[in-house]
């Protein structure tokens, strides 16, 4: 097999199960908390905060995203590749894969908790590693199905760093229910991890098991959103969007 097919193989393979990163980087880091300078992962809230921050900010820009594509674009599928037509405007004018880029800010939240250098180098250059393939594999499906049209808008706009003097507007106004409906699980999920990650530090360096407020606050609020808006996804269409 050529190098080439090898690389988009392995890329469609880490597509499909590219949603058990978080589990992945959840476990890895619950570990490393009991090996940790117990000095260095006290509780501080401005350093949670801007962790939290980071990934919240991951979480926004894959919500402007979503926000302003059509039905079966930018990744719906977790299965296979999937793109009805090209996204060339609004967010895509400025980068090519801003939902990766989002994924890469709200995994780095986690990692930042852990207040390790070494961490954070090995997070992105596994993710790195891991994101390249699953680029590969992706753009090689767009080239083959959009031709010369993926490759002027290739050639314009950058994978993975803005260009913004080429922003156009998107074509569709942004759509805070069709985010909703896509994004409520993963935004409930980093809750979770952080909350996670904070029960699991105060083990390592208490040996009890709690919450600080800071986190049962946070998750609280994530639990009843996600029932809300779970509720409104599966018992009414108040959250369904024509085209979205």
């Known amino acids: 097999m050529s190098l080439v097919h090898e690389l988009e193989k392995s890329g469609n393979w880490l597509f499909r199960r590219r949603n058990w990163l978080p589990v992945i980087i959840v476990a890895l880091a619950s570990g490393y908390l009991f090996i940790a300078n117990r000095s260095v992962i006290y509780f501080s809230l401005t350093w949670e905060l801007i962790c939290i921050a980071v990934s919240l900010a991951g979480e926004v820009l894959r919500s402007y995203t979503l926000g302003h594509v059509p039905r079966n674009t930018s990744g ?55 994101y390249e393939r ?56 980093l809750f979770i991890v952080f909350a996670v990650l904070d029960m699991v530090r105060n083990l390592a360096v208490t040996g009890k098991i709690y919450m600080e407020p800071l986190y049962l606050v946070l998750l ?24 979205r």
């Open 220 to 243: 609280i609020i994530g639990l009843i959103f996600w029932a809300v808006i779970s509720y409104m996804v599966k018992r009414t269409r108040f959250l369904y969007v024509e085209g």
């Open 134 to 189: 699953i680029i590969f594999a992706e753009e090689q499906y767009l080239r083959r199905k959009f031709g010369e049209a993926y490759d002027i808008w290739a050639f314009r706009v950058r994978a993975v760093i803005p260009r913004f003097r080429n922003y156009s507007k998107s074509l569709l106004p942004f759509s805070f229910r069709a985010v909703l409906k896509r994004e409520y699980n993963r935004i409930v999920n």
């Open 76 to 130: 719906r599928s977790v299965i296979d590749q999937l793109a009805d037509e090209l996204n060339t405007t609004g967010i895509y004018s400025v980068i090519r894969h801003p939902l990766y880029v989002g994924n890469f800010l709200a995994g780095l939240g986690p990692i930042l908790f852990l207040r390790s250098v070494w961490c954070t180098v090995i997070y992105v250059l596994l993710f790195w590693i891991c």
